[in-house]
Each structure stands twice: as structure tokens, then as C-alpha cells.
Nanobody, 124 residues
Framework: QVQLVESGGGLVQAGGSLRLSCAASGRTFSSYAMGWFRQAPGKEREFVAGIRRIGGITYYTDSVKGRFTISRDSAKNTVYLQLNSLKPEDTAVYYC?????????????????WGQGTQVTVSS
């Protein structure tokens, strides 16, 4: 079992930045590939970024490449998502998720654990 708690969301103007954090507790953090997803009102949950269990290989959906950066700090059992050059279309609830395998998946159904989400609102 692992518990995930997100933080760092908020209201920001277009072009601004936020850093989301996802603190993990429970089983060894390094046992999991980690992902960030987001869900806007009336839309399905979509993959944003992921990082492999080891090696630090990262993946991004096309719409955030060059603007968002995922990273993990195993000493702090925390995964981060740095959001830069934010756009109004980035507005959503952002969730972190963990899956008990090495590789990242873009399918939310392949993740075993989820945080409660943190709201990101970008004003124009």
C-alpha cells in the first residue's frame, strides 16, 4: 500500500508557474512508476507526465512538452510537477498516481494508487 498526498495547486495568471508536489508514504517509494494526470470539468482524466521507477526516464503528453517537468526525490519520497508558461487550458484538478511496475503508462486504469487531487486554475 502507498498513500499519496498532492499539494501546490492554486490560481495563477496565464504565463505563470506552479510546482505541484506528491508526497508518498507506505511501501518503498522507489517501487513505483509515478504519473501525473489531470481532469477538467466534463472531460476524461488525461495523462500529463510520468517518470519510471528507476533511471529517471520521463514522458510527457504533447501539449505540455517544454513547459512541464516531472521529477522525483527518493530521499523525500516525493514526486514533483513543475508547471511553467501556464495556459487557461491547463486548468484542471491534477492527480498523482503510482503503479507497482517499472514503466509508465498513459492509461489511468493501469495505476494502483491515487492522491486526492489539487486544483490548478489559470486565468487569462
Amino acid at each position: 500500500q502507498v498513500q499519496l498526498v498532492e499539494s501546490g495547486g492554486g490560481l495563477v495568471q496565464a504565463g505563470g508557474s506552479l510546482r505541484l508536489s506528491c508526497a508518498a508514504s507506505g511501501r518503498t517509494f522507489s517501487s513505483y512508476a509515478m504519473g501525473w494526470f489531470r481532469q477538467a470539468p466534463g472531460k476524461e482524466r488525461e495523462f500529463v507526465a510520468g517518470i519510471r521507477r528507476i533511471g529517471g526516464i520521463t514522458y510527457y503528453t504533447d501539449s505540455v512538452k517544454g513547459r512541464f517537468t516531472i521529477s522525483r526525490d527518493s530521499a523525500k519520497n516525493t514526486v514533483y510537477l513543475q508547471l511553467n508558461s501556464l495556459k487557461p487550458e491547463d486548468t484542471a484538478v491534477y492527480y498523482c498516481a503510482a503503479r507497482s511496475v517499472a514503466v509508465v503508462s498513459t492509461d489511468p486504469y493501469e495505476y494502483d494508487y491515487w492522491g486526492q487531487g489539487t486544483q490548478v486554475t489559470v486565468s487569462s
